[in-house]
């Protein structure tokens, strides 16, 4: 009697093991091989390709707004002076802040002092990257931060057509030999 529950017992393990084996085959497959629908969209779109235009800095035009620039009737927007005065020993430089275009949402290109942003850890830099875009996000503006080489750093966008809005942030770091990657 002993034999044929252990008998039972083994095919009993193997049929489960077999099941768990098929189950996890056929939902790899299907995730394989059914394509995504064409009609879904990004949740978060990707960050903007512009190039940035440092001598907007120097020769700012009417649609840009600097840490310059100053309304003399009401608040300049985006309003980022408190947090480029709170900012870690002076890490915020100056940003340029684009209004929303025909092709582009809103957006504002943040230029830090590269040495201190060398200083920083991968957390201190996703903390500063995540006050500024909040700040920035409160306006309605995406958030690129870049050095004074035009050198992308991070990004903070965001899907304002959700409500709440949805945001990613990515952020880019040199390893010792100096090749970028994104994470």
């Known amino acids: 009697m002993y034999i044929p529950k252990l008998c039972d017992r083994l095919w009993l393990w193997r049929s489960d093991r077999q099941t768990s084996f098929l189950l996890l085959l056929t939902i790899s497959l299907t995730t394989l091989l059914v394509p995504p629908s064409l009609a879904q969209t990004p949740l978060i779109p990707s960050p903007s390709s512009a190039p940035l235009e440092l001598d907007l800095l120097t020769k700012p035009k009417d649609y ?16 980022l002076w408190w947090a480029q005065q709170n900012s870690e020993k002076k890490l915020l430089d100056n ?51 870049f050095n004074y080489q035009k050198e992308p750093l991070a990004t903070y966008t965001c899907n304002f057509n959700t409500s709440p809005a949805l945001c990613s942030i990515q952020t880019t770091i040199k390893n010792k030999i100096g090749l970028q990657r994104s994470l």
């Open 64 to 79: 840009v707004i600097t840490a310059n620039t100053i309304h003399p009737e009401r608040l300049t927007v985006p309003s």
């Open 95 to 145: 940003w340029i802040a684009y209004p929303t275009s025909g092709k582009e949402p809103a957006r504002v290109d943040l230029i830090v002092n590269q040495q201190i942003w060398s200083l920083l850890e991968y957390v201190e830099r996703y903390d500063f990257v995540n006050r500024l875009g909040s700040a920035a996000r409160n306006f309605g503006y995406n958030v690129r931060v």
